[in-house]
């Protein structure tokens, strides 16, 4: 029998559930409706053992609750992690657009960002090779405008009617339902081989830029061309930049298979514990701006977004800054439920005619209908405006405000009888801006001309690289194109790469062992541009602060050594995890205890950006013989990260046959480590 306790009195429960979100402790436990219950262990049944009733009310309300907790994924970018923050304006620019957030120096707006892979289901792995999205949800005061961007500033469509088709392609293949959150395989390289206009993003995608460290060490891009408009109506084009302050880093294809084994939320857990332990991201907004005039001149088509407009070109203007400071509360109620709209606009940014950008303005509306199951999505707390918001729509599934009087359509004259007559439409709001640059033409389902030269910019890509990265991209088709098992789509891809650059064709169908084809003729002869710096991860690099770095310890290690480099660290702004091989910790050569954060085979190597051995000699001979150890070390070493180590942690790299180098360094000088904690010694590894 159900132990009977007392309910609480009426006067002791919450206010109606509406806004009611906080779980006091103690506070009493009641259904959906209110109702106090007694028990919240045992279901209502006949007897002891007998059949369970029908009118269990509390147990049916749970069950039925729990039965619908979940929602449509995103058709794409279904994994992602969202954090609030904030945007600051660093530079007016009235001259440019009478947009509101971008008039007052020093003016703050609060912001959600979200961060996701794009192939991927929810539950999938977070370092697939992959483009990233990177959304911003500015809340100004004259209403959101969501910059739904890419950590990659080019896409691989021009048009909008091609989205399904590419992404049926590198989704799990219909029949088979795998493989999971890859490119690698036939229909994803079937696609793009036969979309000449994809191999610009493509090169892209085989280079570290989709294989980020972390969303911190992002570039977040609006892709398309905008238009800002100024309080006189006079519009420019404009492209948008986010630039991480803390620099960019990839990791290598190795160390992105290995993460994901070892933990499949890395980019996830490492923006929440950066957040949590003060080392808040930093992005500056940039802008390029430009007009019809200088658009008109160039060899390529502003409005085509498999193009970039080189940084050397048009140097991108830094306006403002965003930093993200605070991890949601609950992961369902605001990073599920955000809904980003490229719709989203506020008076002083417009729409260009990108193609690609036209078919996303029905898309995003569209399927938050489908995703979140009412077009009252927009009253959920993390997509509301944070200004006033009056319209005459209502009703609705899930309404959730009660509308007082009965205007509910305009024009009405119900102020003549004492009524509230409801919102007017001002001068000052929203107005497409007058353009005069699209001559009357006739409707036609083509493609532009200026479309048409798909390979110079992917071969400006390619030879703005370092010899480092260059290798990796060869790798990285090599990789791909191994897994794609139609001969037929192997050979097209390469014929397509042969437009880009021969000798990246070359080490491509040589690492595959096949003989180069024929090219494919290009609809538009590529031409040579000038490299781009801006273009390199490598010649641009990192920044110290918010890297995490693994400290091996064992029993007898030197005390002084630990502290010293902890204190360098934190000095540093370093994140550091203790490992060691079993999680209770280590007794160090004081006799002091030192808790372990992590056991040595939860905490592979690569999950950190630089490592410290700190052994004794006599345990480092004993620990060199567990393989999650010999990982550790050889991993770190390979991955040419930069290595601290005492005496003991000297004959652990001995041991494993690697050679001491300038990333080896003493730890007792800390300093040295910190310095290379956002590099790597290339030299460490051959890399064709
Ligand atoms: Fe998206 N995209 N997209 N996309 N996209 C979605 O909207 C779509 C494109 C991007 O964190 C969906 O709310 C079409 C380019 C991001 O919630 C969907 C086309 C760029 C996110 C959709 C594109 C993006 C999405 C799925 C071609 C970079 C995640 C769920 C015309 C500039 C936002 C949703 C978040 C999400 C459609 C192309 C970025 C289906 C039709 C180009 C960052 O509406």
Redesign the pocket.
Known sequence: MAKHTSNPSHNALPQGSGGETQQRGGCPLTTNHGVPISDNQNSLKLGTRGPTLLEDFVLREKIFHFDHERIPE????AR?TGVHGYFECTQPIPELTKASLFQKKGERIPVFC?F?TVAGSKGSKDTPRDVR???VKLYTNEGNWDL???NMPV?F?QD?MK?PDLIHAVKPEADRGFPQAASAHDTFWDFVSLMPESTHTVMWLMSDRALPRSFRTMEG????TFILVNEKDETHFVKFHWKPKQGLQSTLWDEAVKISGADPDYLRRDMYEAIQAGHFPEWELGIQVFDKEWADQQPYDVLD?TKIIPEEDIPVKVIGRMVLDRYPDNFFAETEQ???LPTNVVPGIDFSNDP?LQ??LF??L???KS?LGTTNFHQIPVNAPKCPMHNFQRDGMMQTHVFKGRATYEPNSLDEVGEETGPRASEQGFTTVARHDIEPAEKLRVRAEAFADHFSQSRLFYRSQTPVEQAHIIAGFVFELSKVQLDHVRLRMLGQLLNVDKELAQAVADGLGLDLPAPIPAAKEPFDMPPSDALSILKRGGAVAGRCVGILVSDGADKKAVQQLQQALDKAKVMYKVVAEKVGGVTLNDGSHLKADEKIDGAPSVLFDAVALILTPEEAKRLAKLKPVQDFVSDAYNHCKAIAHSDGGLALLKNQQLQPDAFTVDINDAQALVSKVSERLWERVPQS
């Open positions: 995103r058709i794409v970018h992602g979200r996701s999205g990177f959304a739904v961007g890419n896409f469509i909008a989205f891009f609006g892709v398309h977004a955000v809904a980003f690609l078919g996303r898309s995003y569209d399927t938050q995703r």
